[in-house]
């Protein structure tokens, strides 16, 4: 489900709570509107409210912190394909196929990793990819170098391979999404009590009604950003290609 569509569910589970408060109002006999009553009420409200604005903020730092998280290790992997096609490039002319090799894979990669089909582990796990990364280790390690600045530049290149296949199994073993669907879950719940004891205070009127609106879509969208930060490779917030196009136009040089 998408992140537009979670966010209405909510404005619309949220807002539907508040009227329900309204309507019980309306229903209930007087001395359930008392003011001991109307204050057990706000108490209750003001409780879940306090525990509901914790984990809401507690779920924004996660998916930022996710969503941060994940573009780092973008930048990350596109400084190391340039330094490892900067190292190919001083080993000398022999290693042309490799640099040829290199830069073909990583336009891929970019590609696929950027689409909006399946999810980020899934794009970039295959055997293909898997057998085409070996074969390009192995033709490194079947480098035969001549001079002493060879045998470091081949050195370097085999870490920096290396740095990338264990950011490789990072991107594949992580789990598609951050944050807890059964917290996510409750949080909404909460909303809807603490929306159901706003009506349950409050005059019907317009200025009330509007109050509900805006708050209802204060809160979908929080829970719209917390999801879309979730999905940093898709949606309206997806991070930027531009480091991986930056270093594709730097390979080759």
């Known amino acids: 489900m998408s992140p ?10 949220v807002l539907v709570s508040g009227f329900l408060g309204l309507l019980l109002r309306g229903l209930l006999p007087e001395h359930h509107l008392s003011d001991d009553s109307m204050g057990a009420v706000k108490l209750g409200t003001s409780l879940i409210s306090t525990l509901a604005a914790l984990v809401l ?8 912190g996710y969503y941060d998280k994940i573009g780092e290790e973008v930048t990350q992997t596109a400084v190391k394909v340039v330094l490892l096609d900067r190292a190919l ?7 042309k196929d490799l640099r040829g090799t290199l ?5 891929a990669i970019a590609q696929v990793v950027f689409s909006d089909e399946g999810s980020l582990a899934g794009k970039v796990d295959s055997s293909e990819r898997q057998k085409r990364f ?4 192995r033709k490194l390690h079947d480098l035969t170098p001549r001079t ?3 045998h470091a530049l081949q050195a370097r290149a085999l870490d920096l391979t290396s740095d990338l296949e264990q950011m490789r199994w990072l991107v594949i073993e992580q789990p598609d999404a951050s944050i807890s669907t059964p917290l996510l879950v409750v ?16 005059a019907k009127n317009a200025t009330v ?20 930060m979730d999905r940093p490779f898709a949606g309206f917030m997806r991070i930027s290609s531009a480091p991986l196009q930056n270093a594709l136009s730097h390979l080759g040089e």
Do not use: H, M
Request: glycine share 8%; aromatic share 12%.
């Open 57 to 64: 903020g507690l779920l924004i730092a996660s998916a930022k």
């Open 134 to 137: 070996e074969g390009f280790q």
């Open 187 to 202: 949080l909404v719940l909460w909303l809807a009590v603490i929306f159901l004891g706003f009506g349950l205070v409050s």
């Open 103 to 107: 830069r073909n894979a990583f336009a």
């Open 4 to 13: 537009l569509a979670i966010a209405s569910i909510v404005f619309a589970l």
């Open 148 to 150: 002493d600045v060879q």
């Open 209 to 228: 009604i509007i109050v509900f609106v805006l708050a209802a879509l204060s809160v979908a969208g929080s829970v719209f950003l917390i999801e879309e």
């Open 89 to 95: 490039a001083e080993y000398g002319p022999e290693t």
